[in-house]
């Protein structure tokens, strides 16, 4: 990836309002052109191992760089980042899919499901309760440990959920609210060559942990 999309988002992040945006427009444009170059590169090599995604297109996936301010105590028009959210139906489904973000101060790949609502969350926290030994044979599995050292926990209850035993051996995963993994991406890689096959490595080893997710969402 070019250094024109950090470069861009650093400009941004210090004039963030819509005078600076129109007068470089252009390089907006640039920068959004190469980051969803990346991406269309990223979708035909994830669907090798996950055919759900075969014909999702670069559009779907991406989320805009317009923030919504309405409800919003910041009042900052653009957001500082890039971000695509690659599933089947993009970016406004609730499946198991393939995050890429980009902004100045981080850039990392992430997926699973973040946020689910409350019957899709209930559903997650059943499947690992009645299949936990399957689900920590892909948490402690070569692969996806080599990338993932835990499920992400920023939105973890404090007490368990009410519909399962307190003394549950694995009760700290089902205290969780959203199920997804995160991994750095380090800006030497981000301009270089190996970009696009550390995302796809990255993601291939999340695919089983997609897969129990998946099932949890359409059983």
Not at 65 to 71: A, E, K, L, Q
Not at 143 to 172: G, H, L, V
Not at 202 to 219: I, S, T, V
Request: hydrophobic share 35%; with cysteine.
């Amino acid at each position: 990836m070019k250094e024109t999309v950090l470069a861009f988002l650093k400009e941004l992040q210090k004039n963030n309002n819509r005078e600076w945006f129109q007068a470089n427009k252009e390089w907006y444009d640039e920068a959004r052109a190469e980051y969803e170059g990346v991406v269309g590169q990223l979708i035909p090599e994830i669907a090798q191992f996950d055919e759900s995604i075969r014909f999702t297109e670069v559009k779907e996936c991406m989320f805009r760089i317009y923030r919504d301010v309405r409800f919003s105590k910041n009042k900052e028009p653009y957001k500082t980042n890039f971000g695509a959210w690659i599933t089947r139906g993009g970016r406004k489904s609730s499946g198991p899919g393939y995050y890429f973000h980009v902004a100045p101060d981080e850039v990392f790949l992430s997926g699973g499901i973040y946020m689910p609502d409350p019957e899709l969350l209930k559903r997650i926290r059943k499947e690992i309760y009645y299949n936990i030994g399957e689900f920590m044979s892909i948490l402690n599995s070569k692969d996806f440990s080599r990338y993932f050292s835990q499920i992400d926990d920023y939105d973890k209850m404090k007490k368990p959920p009410r519909e399962f035993p307190a003394d549950f051996e694995q009760i700290e995963l089902l205290k969780l609210r959203s199920y997804t993994v995160s991994r750095a991406v380090d800006e030497a890689t981000l301009h270089s060559a190996r970009l696009v096959p550390a995302l796809k490595a990255g993601f291939r080893a999340m695919f089983p942990y997609n897969e129990f997710l998946r099932r949890a969402r359409e059983d």
